[in-house]
């Protein structure tokens, strides 16, 4: 089993739709807890970061957490033609390093 | 300029043949890594550096090896190549062990292909 879930999509959404992205783990350990966004061609970039359970907004974006069941969520309000891009989900214990999962295609037509 | 760059940006090569691929920083962090990104696979780490004489293993470091010439460069290099590791490979930095610190900053990419 991986120690982080992803699916991989793709995932099609028209403009201004409300999307949701989603990654489970394993690890019970796992406690920092990432969005990186990737363009095509380019390299990862963050988006997203929550320590531990909970949710944090940032403009159109929200991530969640939910240590209990071990699964995050990463929602997207007013979906835009410019947020079509890979969404990779990534988590790490304190010290160690991250774990990636494999990235949702995420394409939203005008 | 670009605060992490990878040269070169595309490269193909044939079986048996060693090559390496650099990457250089100007954020001034301590850390640096290597991951490829194979389709169905995402992100897997290769080899990474905590400081310039620290060097450790990732979760696929067969057939790779690693040179942090100093704090702003680190270069991975392939042996003798193969074609399975025709990926995308990318450099990041990062400056801190926990919280937002760990946020890791990933170069470009080189896009290697095998033959």
């Known amino acids: 089993q991986k120690e982080v879930e992803q699916d991989p999509g793709p995932l099609s959404v028209p403009e201004g739709a409300i999307v949701s992205l989603n990654c489970t783990y394993s690890n019970s350990a796992f406690q920092y807890f990432m969005w990186y966004r990737q363009y095509s061609r380019k390299g990862p970039e963050l988006l997203m970061y929550t320590y531990s359970s909970g949710n944090k907004e940032d403009g159109r974006f929200t991530a969640q957490v939910d240590k209990s069941s071990k699964y995050i969520s990463l929602f997207i309000r007013d979906s835009q033609p410019s947020d079509s891009a890979t969404y990779l989900c990534a988590m790490k214990t304190g010290a160690n390093n991250l774990f990636f999962g494999t990235g949702t295609r995420l394409t939203v037509i005008p | 300029d670009a605060d992490v760059t990878q040269t070169p940006r595309n490269r193909i090569t044939k079986t048996g043949k060693r090559i390496m691929l650099e990457c250089s920083q100007t954020?001034?962090?301590?850390?640096m890594y290597w991951y490829r990104q194979d389709p169905g696979l995402g992100l897997r780490l290769i080899y990474y550096?905590?400081?310039?004489?620290?060097?450790n293993k990732g979760e696929i470091s067969d057939g790779y090896s690693v040179s942090r010439q100093a704090q702003a460069k680190f270069s991975l290099s392939l042996e003798s190549a193969i074609p399975n590791q025709t990926a995308l490979y990318f450099c990041?930095?990062?400056?801190?062990?926990?919280?937002?610190?760990?946020?890791?900053?990933f170069g470009p990419g080189t896009r290697l292909l095998v033959l």
């Open positions: 954020k001034g962090h301590d850390r």
């Open positions: 550096s905590f400081d310039v004489k620290d060097i």
């Open positions: 990041a930095t990062s400056f801190g062990s926990a919280g937002e610190g760990e946020t890791q900053y």
